[in-house]
């Protein structure tokens, strides 16, 4: 494996902006911002906070696609505290809890702070945010960054009890993480100031530090596509059309929503050279397609949760992994990082079997933002070689073989029907395999008399092609390809067919969605 480039995102940024001061950092929409103006504005505000804001506590940062949004981020960094990036495009409950839960006395809000809700925060918003941003100061204050061991960012993730957690991930982490992703995609993509990389996901999804950060690190420049964006197939073909991108960063998804259409190919984008998936599973169809429609690029298969900063996995999907694996691995961990699979006592699995996916090494969280509770239940130490070394019990299934790594999907995902233990995502993943499916997603029936009661499986497919008969000749159908592939009582007893399947802010296929239209 290629030794990793040691990086700092701040001191890069900073050289960035004296090597290359009008050279494009980020683009979204109509707005551009250069690494000069990136470096110079996110000085000032520093400044501003460390005046006002108290001495580590962490700022929130509510928009969703303005690069005044990267340029709040940095400030924070480059002032000593950690940053909370909170999407407008979520539902307002979800914005109020996570506040709730951030209990932060200020909020940078360089887009339309009306979605806020009145927490007592000072919100600094629009053309107000601006001017700090924007004023000459003849005597700038002196800046202590981030510590490399404090947190840099806190993103918040859903939490079992409908309180989200903030995963607190540290300066040093967010480096060690550039610096192994930039090694990753240099195999494929020399880095200079003349690459561009796409970013799907909102930035308080944690899929957006792997864009955004190898940004930062390279000097390429990040093309933001949002929300309205891919609602509206034609908008979002334009710009993916002008942006010239290179790399391209995304849920699985995201890119099957892409490939529903016939356009999607290297001629809507010839200068793509680079496939990066995270944020859940990346079907084996998916990567033969984007390997048959842009034949110049490569496919890698990442995993990670939140709380290992990203991704620690990768695999390239390339001829050889497509033969040998009808699932596709993960992959291979990365430097610094070890892959423990351990049954439900704690002990260590024989290799090709399957346990409990934990992650040991440099780029765990530092634990849950004022939950010191659900740290103590999630992480640990755990012995490497000899060495205590920090840990995250990530609650997946996975396995182990040969040195690669197969997800299994979440322990949490199972479910007892007839007094079968079954895994929901396996299905899936058997659905999906067959030729005639684009995407699916199986949830559970319930019995109305006693809710925690499994009565059923239904799973709602999205077809690669129309159908050619009756919905039950093709419900049929698929279920006697699936009774060769699974055990009969895992089969869905009911199917529907959509359009497509509905997604979340994140890109992800959206299960509550679907279980709501089945209710």
């Known amino acids: 494996m290629m030794q990793a480039r040691e990086v700092d995102i701040l001191t890069s940024l900073d050289a960035h902006a004296a090597i290359n001061p009008h050279g494009l950092a980020h683009t979204w929409r ?131 009890t409908g309180t989200p957690k903030g995963v607190q991930i540290s300066r040093d982490s967010v480096n060690r993480f550039a610096s192994w992703i930039t090694s990753v995609a240099a195999r ?28 930062w690190a390279t000097g390429a420049r990040l093309f933001s596509v949002d929300r309205d964006h891919i609602v509206r197939l034609r908008d979002l073909f334009e710009a993916l059309r002008s942006s010239q991108a290179t790399v391209w960063v995304s849920t699985p998804s995201f890119a099957d929503l892409c490939l529903a259409d016939p356009d999607f190919s290297s001629s809507l984008m010839p200068d793509v050279r680079l496939f990066l998936f995270c944020g859940e599973t990346l079907q084996r169809a998916t990567a033969v397609a984007l390997r048959e429609r842009f034949p110049l690029a490569s496919v890698i298969n990442t995993y990670g949760p939140t709380e290992s900063t990203v991704a620690v996995t990768e695999v390239d999907v390339d001829d050889a992994v497509l033969a040998a694996f009808p699932v596709l691995p993960v992959g291979a961990p990365k430097p610094g990082t070890t892959l423990l699979i351990l049954d439900p006592d704690g002990s260590p699995v024989p290799d090709g079997d399957k346990g409990e996916i934990v992650i040991a090494g440099d780029t765990v969280s530092l634990g849950y933002y004022r939950r010191p509770d659900l740290t103590d239940k999630a992480f640990g130490q755990v012995d490497v070689a000899g060495v205590p070394t920090w840990a995250y019990w990530t609650g997946d299934a996975g396995v182990l073989s040969e040195g690669q790594l197969h997800f299994h999907g979440r322990l949490d995902f199972q479910v007892k029907l007839h007094g079968y233990r ?82 979340t802010a994140n890109g992800k296929a959206d299960r509550a969605a679907v279980a709501a239209t089945l209710a």
């Not at 993509?189 to 792997?210: C, H, K, R, W, Y």
């Open 30 to 160: 109509e707005h551009d911002l250069t690494w000069g103006e990136f470096a110079a504005r996110s000085l000032r505000l520093a400044g501003w906070l460390d005046a006002h804001v108290e001495p580590g506590a962490p700022v929130v940062v509510f928009g969703h696609k303005h690069p005044d949004l990267l340029v709040c981020f940095v400030a924070a960094m480059r002032s000593g505290r950690a940053y909370i990036p909170l999407d407008s495009s979520l539902p307002a409950q979800r914005v109020t809890s996570i506040l709730e839960a951030a209990a932060a006395t200020h909020i940078l809000a360089p887009e339309d702070a009306s979605l806020l809700p009145h927490t007592g925060a000072v919100v600094l918003a629009g053309d107000d945010l601006r001017v700090l941003m924007d004023q000459d100061s003849t005597a700038p204050r002196a800046l202590t960054p981030v510590e490399p061991s404090a947190a840099q960012y806190t993103i918040c993730t859903s939490g079992s």
């Open 188 to 215: 494929y993509v020399e880095p200079d100031a003349g690459i561009t990389v796409i970013n799907q996901a909102p930035f308080s999804f944690d899929l957006s530090v792997m864009d955004v950060m190898y940004s």
């Open 422 to 503: 079954i895994e929901i995502e396996d299905i899936e993943a058997q659905l999906r395999a067959l030729p005639a499916v684009q995407q699916a997603v199986v949830v559970p029936r319930y019995d109305p008399t006693t809710p925690t009661t499994v009565t059923s499986l239904h799973a709602v497919v999205h077809l690669s092609e129309p159908p050619t008969g009756s919905t039950l000749a093709t419900t049929v159908q698929l279920k006697r390809e699936l009774r060769a592939l699974i055990p009969d009582y895992m089969v869905p007893k009911t199917m529907s067919f959509v359009s497509e399947i509905p997604m």
